[in-house]
């Protein structure tokens, strides 16, 4: 059994026929040849499939393809190209905010939404009031970021580098 | 994976429907397909209710909080309501799972996540859970993650929700529609029943059974805290946490509301402990009788043996806690 889905992925509609088991991830990967996304754990705890849903970031290994229907993706691929990089990815390349780099496009998937989630005022386990001004701290990104992994250990990087993006944001 | 059928529900009754001929309802999915993966769970179909109309939070002809199954574990704990009146709800949700996690995880679907123990995990091992009358290998296993109170000789799993314990201190009711269209409400408390010798039977939901939203009652002016001990700050299940709602009056604590995480097959609640807190002055030693009637039962299986300490540190540090800051 297969079925068909649209996927609509950096603004390109894609027409997917495959089984209903098929990750989005997988989908991504290797029905649609975006090979950005990448596969860590397969099951949620790495952070390295990290993709935007509708302005969301979410793990693109823990759902199906074919839930996803219409929605809104943005992949690594679209968030910006090696001649016109996105400021949070010209962040990271500046910061040393990888070694390896197989984690770093869901983390700057990551980084990418997650400025989002605190322009929208959402607190963190480690925010001091549930009401009121957020202050993106250091250890508020640690706190955010945890969802991704980095066996290289290159954190102190990428929280450099989101801070510094984060700064280029708000200008 | 096992493959399956795949159905998506156009509308409450028609879930209900799939659900009643076999099919396993799923909404974020990010614990059901991890465990299909490791087909730990193998559904024949799947009707994905992700569609339905279940996202709103609303308040109640009472002032109480009507939070649909459907709304994200991250919209839930950024909700303004909720950040303001039902701050350990905010709390608890923030102290679970990822960013990205959140973002896909469901209300319905946090209250019916299953256990982490390895052994479950493992089609491998054994497991009373997974396979009834298999047998338990954590009892005399890896177990330093797994439950202390509320267990039986065939399961000592823990239900690993941060989530459902702080809903458990705010008396959270269940509403769940039946798959013969009627509509019936548990206390989140009823939802769950205690492994005894059938631990595969985790809640009272029948198939066809679809929960359709949490309700919470109107908050009343209270100190609300929640804290999570884990191994380590972030991203990790708790080993144990402490939900507690409190009020003091003229020196007296006038309501205490506790829930605990991390020490039993579900959010653990026990009348007894706040009864006896409730009319006395706060002190380390009506704490300490407090913990006492909490761990009357407590059992450890050797590797979890210091959840029971560490449960009776947890709690009265909460209880200073909010006992101070709520005076």
């Not at chain 1, 649209?6 to 029905?31: F, G, I, K, M």
């Not at chain 1, 099951?43 to 993709?51: D, L, P, R, S």
């Not at chain 1, 992949?75 to 910006?80: A, D, F, H, L, Q």
């Amino acid at each position: 059994m297969t079925l068909k889905t649209t996927l609509t992925v950096n603004d390109q509609e894609h027409d997917l026929d495959a089984d209903p088991r098929t990750s989005l991830l997988d989908a991504l990967r290797h029905h649609l040849g975006l090979t950005g996304s990448k596969k860590g754990c397969d099951h949620g705890q790495c952070g390295a499939c990290t993709i935007i849903i509708n302005g969301r970031r979410i793990n693109s290994c823990l759902t199906l393809a074919c839930m996803h229907d219409g929605d809104k993706i943005t992949t690594i691929e679209g968030i910006g190209t090696p001649e016109a990089l996105s400021a949070m990815q010209d962040a990271f390349v500046r910061n040393d905010g990888f070694q390896c780099g197989y984690c770093t496009s869901g983390q700057i998937c990551s980084a990418t939404a997650m400025l989002d989630e605190v322009k929208d005022g959402w607190p963190s386990n480690v925010t001091e009031a549930l009401e009121g001004d957020l202050e993106l701290t250091d250890a508020e990104i640690s706190e955010r970021m945890s969802g991704n992994l980095c066996r290289c250990s290159a954190y102190p990087g990428i929280v450099k580098a989101i801070r510094e993006a984060s700064k280029e944001d708000q200008r | 994976m096992k493959s399956f059928d795949y159905n998506r529900a156009a509308s409450s009754a028609d879930a209900a429907a799939h659900a009643k001929a076999g099919a396993t309802i799923i909404a974020g999915g990010t614990n059901l397909l991890d465990l299909m993966k490791l087909e730990v769970m193998s559904p024949d179909s799947l009707v994905d209710i992700n569609r339905l109309d279940l996202k709103e939070i609303s308040t109640t002809d009472d002032g109480g909080l009507r939070i649909g199954a459907l709304v994200t574990n991250s919209d839930l704990a950024a909700h303004e309501t909720v950040r303001r009146d039902y701050e350990v709800l905010s709390r608890a949700l923030l102290a679970g799972a990822s960013g990205q996690l959140r973002n896909k995880a469901t209300t319905g679907g946090n209250l019916l996540q299953r256990t982490r123990c390895g052994y479950f995990y493992d089609p491998a091992m054994p497991c009373n859970k997974r396979e009834p009358g298999s047998g338990c290998q954590a009892m005399e296993g890896f177990n330093r993650i797994l439950a202390i109170l509320g267990t039986s000789e065939h399961c000592i799993a823990t239900h690993p929700s941060d989530m459902a314990v702080a809903m458990m201190a705010l008396d959270a009711e269940v509403e769940i529609e039946t798959a013969d269209g009627s509509t019936r409400t548990v206390a989140l408390d009823d939802l769950y029943v205690l492994p005894g010798d059938t631990p595969h039977i985790e809640t009272i939901l029948q198939p066809g059974d679809l929960i359709t939203a949490v309700i919470l009652p109107r908050s009343k002016p209270a100190t609300h805290l929640y804290r999570k001990v884990r191994d380590r700050s972030s991203y990790a299940f708790a080993l144990v946490s402490v939900a507690a709602v409190v009020s003091v009056e003229g020196g007296k604590i006038a309501s205490a509301k506790l829930a605990f995480g991390g020490l039993a097959p579900k959010p653990w609640r026990n009348r007894a402990v706040e009864d006896a807190l409730i009319g006395q002055e706060p002190s380390m030693s009506l704490f300490d009788k407090a913990a006492d009637i909490l761990l009357a039962d407590a059992q450890g299986h050797g590797a979890n043996d210091f959840k029971i300490p560490l449960a009776r540190r947890t709690l009265k540090a909460v209880l200073r806690s909010a006992t101070e800051t709520a005076q």
